[in-house]
Every structure is written in C-alpha cells, then in structure tokens.
C-alpha cells in the first residue's frame, strides 16, 4: 500500500518513512509563525528528545542524499544507454564506402575555395570546401562518414579506424572501420592538416602562375604578403569549434532509437 503526501505530492511505500517525512514537510509547508511557535516548543524540548529529533532529521538528510544519488547514477546510465544506442544503430544502418580519412583526403580545393581565403580566412575557406563536398554527397545520395543527431547537441560522429579498434587488432590483422563519437579535437585537427595542405599547394600554383603580376607593383606585392598571412593557422581550439559546430548544423538529424542485438566495439 502506498502513502502520497498531499503537501508535494511524493508517495512512500513504507509507511515509517511517509510518516518521517510528513513532519519535515508540514513544517517546510507551514507559515512563519507557526515555525517559529515550534521553534519555541523545540527549546522546551528535553535533551533526550531533542537527540532523538535529531538523529530522525539526520536519518531524513541521509535517505534523501542516497535518492538524489540514485537519480544521479540513473540518468547517466540513460545518458550511457543512448551514447550506446546511437552508435550501434550507425553500425547497423548506415554504410560507407570510404572512412573518414579517406574522405578528407578525396575533397577537392578549387580557385573560388582559395578566392574565399583570400577575402577572408583559411577556416572560411576549408568550410566552404567542407560545404561543396556536402552539397554533393547529398545530390547523388552517399552515405557520408560523418554524422550528428539532433539529441547530442554539437557532437559528431564519424566512420573511421580508430586507436581502440588498432589496439585491439594483431598486427597481422587490418583493422576494421566503424562509427565512434568524437570524444577529442583529433579528427578535426586532421581535417585542417589534411585540407589545409591542399590550400597550400592551391596557393603555391596560383603564386607561380601570377609571379610575373605579383612583382609588377609594390601593390601587389602588399596583397601577396597579405594572402601568405591568411595561411597562417589561428588558435587551434577556436577553429577546431568553429568547424565543429558548422558541420553539425549542416548534417544533424533527429534520433529515432531502434531496438538493435548488436555488438559493435
């Protein structure tokens, strides 16, 4: 049989404990006069009653912190349990042809990419590049290897090797691609070290097949220095957000949990 508390509507099963906690919620719940009134009756009360007041009250906190505790420890499960979920239904429902790596190093890096720079910076311009792959995967439906759910706000998955899935490999053994979350700025450093690389070699032939122009005038010599200085690489956490949080506005979708019996480590 069950005890609701008509004062914050908790119910108890066991009837100690309803009747422990009625008194501290009365009190809780009652006008200041009638507080201070038994305030008043407390100092009346004798040290052996007023021990035991105590050790009750000590008893209440203690139940009330294990349950606050208890409530802690289930929704990090629930948190665990959908972390889980998210990425086995990944392994089982969607399939690449190319991991991560292998999808960096396949984008392209075009004159109007390195024109972006120019204008503005090479983050802006590795996003836009990032915004063209995107666009085309989309119009010729390819799975990319790179995911986010509406649920997980600014978290990214990706379809790579990752360094679990090589420890536990034999080194005669290739080891396998699967899905993971991004639990550090690894993958996005990889992808400036990757698409970076291809701007500079992007920049490198547009300075040789403007060298003649670029010495005809101290104007454009000023330009030249000002482009070679938008190469230069900007705090590493703040593009590493930048580029994260981009990505995760183009590509994130809502989370529909599947019941899945399915190992995927």
């Known amino acids: 049989m069950s005890h609701p508390c008509n ?12 009747v422990k ?18 305030h008043e009756t407390i100092h009346k009360l004798s040290e052996k009653q007023k021990d035991e007041l105590l050790v009750d009250l000590l008893h209440n906190y203690q139940v009330l912190s294990n349950q606050l505790e208890t409530m802690k420890k289930e929704m990090q499960n629930l948190k665990t349990k959908q972390r889980i979920n998210m990425t086995k239904w990944l392994c089982k429902a969607k399939k690449c042809n190319k991991t991560y790596s292998k999808w960096l190093e396949s984008i392209s890096v075009t004159e109007n990419h390195l024109e972006i720079v120019f204008s503005q910076d090479l983050v802006s311009g590795i996003i836009e590049a990032f915004k ?18 509406t649920q997980k706000l600014n978290s990214l ?4 090797l990752n360094s679990s899935s090589k420890e536990k490999s034999k080194p005669s053994e290739p080891s396998e691609p699967s899905w ?20 500079e ?30 190469f230069t690489h900007d705090n590493e ?29």
């Open 157 to 160: 998955y990706v379809y790579d």
């Open 21 to 38: 906690h009625l008194c501290i919620c009365k009190w809780l719940h009652s006008s200041a006069s009638q507080r201070n009134s038994e």
């Open 201 to 230: 070699k992007k920049y490198y032939v547009w300075k040789q097949s403007n060298d003649t122009l670029i010495n005809s005038s101290d104007e454009w010599k000023e330009k030249e220095m000002m482009y070679t200085k938008k």
């Open 132 to 149: 063209d792959e995107i666009h085309d995967s989309k119009l010729h439906n390819k799975q990319l290897p790179i995911y986010a759910f």
């Open 7 to 18: 004062l914050c509507n908790r119910t108890f099963i066991i009837k100690q404990n309803f």
């Open 180 to 199: 993971s979350l991004i639990v550090t700025d690894e993958h996005l450093k990889k992808a400036f070290n990757i698409i970076g690389a291809k701007f």
């Open 237 to 265: 956490t703040t593009r590493n957000n930048k580029l994260k949080q981009w990505l995760y506005k183009q590509i994130h979708v809502p989370f529909q949990e599947v019941n899945i019996e399915l190992d995927c480590e």
